[in-house]
Nanobody
Framework: QVQLVESGGGLVQAGGSLRLSCAAS????????MGWFRQAPGKEREFVAA????????YYGDSVKGRFTISRDNAKNMVYLQMNSLKPEDTAVYYC????????????????WGQGTQVTVSS
C-alpha cells in the first residue's frame, strides 16, 4: 500500500516556474514507477512524466518535453516535478501516481494516486 500527497501547486505567471513535490508512504516506495499526470477542466487526464526506481528510465509527455524535469529521492520517499517556462495551457490539477511495474505511461497502469494539487498559469 502506498499513500501519496502532493504539494507545491499555486498561481504563477506565464514563463515562470514551480516545483511540485509528492510525499509517499510505504516501505516499498523504491520499487514503484512514479508518474505525474494532469487534468484540466473538461479534458481527459494527461500523462506528464514518469521515472523508474533507479532514475535510469525517464519519460515525458510531448507537451512538456524540454520544460519539465522529474526526479525522485528514494531515501526520502519523495518525487519531484520541476516545471519551467510555464504556459497557460499547463493549467490543471496535477496528480502524483505510483505503479507496481517496470515502466508505465498510461493512467490505467498506475495503482495509487494522490489527491492532486492545482497549478494555474496566468497569461
Amino acid at each position: 500500500q502506498v499513500q501519496l500527497v502532493e504539494s507545491g501547486g499555486g498561481l504563477v505567471q506565464a514563463g515562470g516556474s514551480l516545483r511540485l513535490s509528492c510525499a509517499a508512504s510505504g516501505r516499498t516506495f523504491s520499487r514503484y514507477v512514479m508518474g505525474w499526470f494532469r487534468q484540466a477542466p473538461g479534458k481527459e487526464r494527461e500523462f506528464v512524466a514518469a521515472i523508474n526506481w533507479s532514475g535510469g528510465w525517464i519519460y515525458y509527455g510531448d507537451s512538456v518535453k524540454g520544460r519539465f524535469t522529474i526526479s525522485r529521492d528514494n531515501a526520502k520517499n519523495m518525487v519531484y516535478l520541476q516545471m519551467n517556462s510555464l504556459k497557460p495551457e499547463d493549467t490543471a490539477v496535477y496528480y502524483c501516481a505510483a505503479a507496481n511495474r517496470m515502466i508505465a505511461t498510461t493512467s490505467y497502469e498506475y495503482n495509487y494516486w494522490g489527491q492532486g494539487t492545482q497549478v494555474t498559469v496566468s497569461s
